[in-house]
């Protein structure tokens, strides 16, 4: 099992004025990897804030992966990349740009999305962006690769290149 964190950056879901509906893709699409959401927060779009709840879901909760929603983009109060990139100890550059290449063949605004995704301790912390559908198309591409990257982290695994059945 996958022990997962959502937060979502929305001043206007926080302030219960928009429904958080990518959560809920996210809840109902993580749990075909075996994953269950464990903690969730749904929080304005402020740096400190943003920071201060990753830490406490990877630090504090030991998740294994923490999905963030929100915040991505160019307004001035996106800063979820920001506060992603304060915590994390090592980049992970080919998730994010994995979902920008494909979200590119679906809109050519996908690459003005900045999500970021890195490793805090032993959680990988993935940005999304905040539209359900864009959450939808870009966790169509990562989730496949996902299960493995925890095992990674955990240590459940030493040998990470791909066998072919005649090599064995």
Do not use: W
């Not at 307004?75 to 100890?89: G, K, L, M």
């Not at 982290?153 to 290149?161: H, M, P, T």
Request: with cysteine.
């Amino acid at each position: 099992m996958i022990k997962v964190g959502i937060i979502t950056a929305s001043d206007k879901g926080f302030q219960g004025k928009r429904k958080d509906e990518s959560s809920e893709v996210i809840k109902r699409m993580i749990e075909k990897i075996g994953g269950r959401v464990e903690a969730y927060a749904i929080l304005p779009d402020e740096k400190e804030l943003l920071q201060e709840k990753l830490i406490d879901f990877c630090d504090r909760l030991g998740l294994d992966l923490v999905l963030t929603t929100g915040g991505t983009g160019f307004s001035p109060r996106d800063v979820t990349p920001e506060a992603t990139q304060a915590v994390v100890e090592r980049l992970v550059p080919g998730i994010s740009e994995a979902m920008r290449r494909e979200s590119m063949k679906k809109t050519p605004r996908a690459m003005l999305t900045r999500g970021i995704s890195g490793i805090r301790g032993r959680t990988l912390i993935v940005n999304l962006p905040g539209s359900p559908k864009a959450v939808q198309e870009c966790l169509e591409v990562i989730l496949p690769a996902i299960p493995h990257g925890v095992e990674v982290l955990r240590g459940e695994v030493e040998e990470c290149a791909l066998v072919k059945p005649e090599q064995k």
